[in-house]
């Protein structure tokens, strides 16, 4: 019998199995740096310009553009560089809307950092603005609570138009994946005849 104490044992670090997210690099700096910059202008513009310029005018308009700078930007540049999404509603002739998506092909060549940050930023924008605008309804202040509506509708429309795009992404997928095992089948059941 040996009472000695046994041999030290090494301990390797367990392999990351999705617990701790591993990003790539960003590949759209300037893109993410607007779509992190026009959402915070707004918000900052909107919580801080009274302090040093009492023009309601002067603030109204600010936050405005910058809403507006970051509703165009997420919509039609961020969407489709960071996370391969772009969609556009076509109102015709009889009134009646249609919705279009577009989908990059290959989700592998986006950057999960970028994909996390334009979800997150999304998502963090908004509840802000509706934050806001429960302060603003609070204090019974209606010029305040407008500019907060109009960024929550804004910031609303571009998840829903984003949301749609990835529905519609996955059904052409699915659609895609049917066609090709009828394919197949068709093939097999043609080279065995």
């Not at 392999?15 to 997210?21: D, F, R, T, V």
């Not at 690099?25 to 009492?54: E, N, Q, W």
């Not at 209606?142 to 804004?154: E, F, G, K, R, S």
Request: aromatic letters at 14%; charged letters at 15%.
């Amino acid at each position: 019998m040996d009472f000695s104490s046994p041999p030290p044992q090494t301990v390797s670090p367990p392999a990351n199995e999705g617990l701790i997210p591993t990003y790539q690099v960003k590949r759209h700096p300037i893109a993410l740096f607007f779509h992190l910059f026009f959402k915070t202008s707004a918000l900052l513009v909107y919580l801080l310009l009274g302090i040093f310029y009492d023009q309601f005018i002067v603030q109204f308009v600010t936050v405005m553009l910058l809403i507006g700078c970051d509703f165009w930007t997420v919509k039609n540049v961020t969407g489709r560089l960071l996370v391969g999404l772009r969609w556009w509603n076509i109102i015709k002739e009889d009134g009646s809307s249609e919705w279009k998506f577009e989908s990059v092909q290959n989700r592998d060549a986006l950057s999960d950092f970028e994909v996390f940050v334009f979800w997150l930023a999304l998502a963090v924008n908004i509840i802000l603005w509706v934050l806001l605008a429960i302060v603003a309804l609070i204090k019974l202040n209606p010029h305040w609570l407008i500019i907060c509506i109009i960024a929550t509708v804004l910031t609303f429309t571009n998840i829903v138009g984003y949301i749609k795009c990835i529905r519609d992404a996955k059904s052409r997928i699915k659609t895609m994946a049917a066609q090709y095992i009828a394919n197949q089948v068709v093939e097999d059941v043609q080279n065995k005849l």
